[in-house]
Nanobody
Framework: QVQLVQSGGNSVQAGGSLRLSCKVS????????MAWFRQSPGKEYEGVAA???????TYADSVKGRFAISSDAATNTLYLQMNNLEAEDTAMYYC?????????????????????WGQGTQVTVSA
């Protein structure tokens, strides 16, 4: 069974940085699709960062140049480095991975089409 356990959320001032972590068990990150989403109160889930099939990262326009997605195959952990945070980044952040392997499936990028989700971690940015 695939499980995702998140850590790293916090409250920071605008301009600050945070790194979110997502430890994955039950699946090898190198074989599946991975992404980070967020949800603000009253809003839909928004994809913020993801890996495409060839390993290229893709980002929402709102976070480009400020956020970076990465993964560590040795520890099977997915990361989201967030720099120069803005009040608009305040949200619950979720890591997510696919049930399908990349060899036989097109990674959905920033579309909400993933199978397994972390428990969520709150990021609050004060102006």
């Amino acid at each position: 069974q695939v499980q995702l356990v998140q850590s790293g959320g916090n409250s920071v001032q605008a301009g600050g940085s945070l790194r979110l972590s997502c430890k994955v068990s039950g699946a090898a990150l190198g074989a599946i699709c991975m992404a980070w989403f967020r949800q603000s109160p009253g809003k839909e889930y928004e994809g913020v960062a993801a890996f495409l099939n060839d390993g290229t990262p893709t980002y929402a326009d709102s976070v480009k140049g400020r956020f970076a997605i990465s993964s560590d195959a040795a520890t099977n952990t997915l990361y989201l480095q967030m720099n120069n945070l803005e009040a608009e980044d305040t949200a619950m952040y979720y890591c997510t991975v696919s049930a399908n392997i990349r060899e036989s499936w097109t990674c959905p990028g920033l579309l909400n089409a993933y199978a397994y989700w972390g428990q969520g971690t709150q990021v609050t940015v004060s102006a």
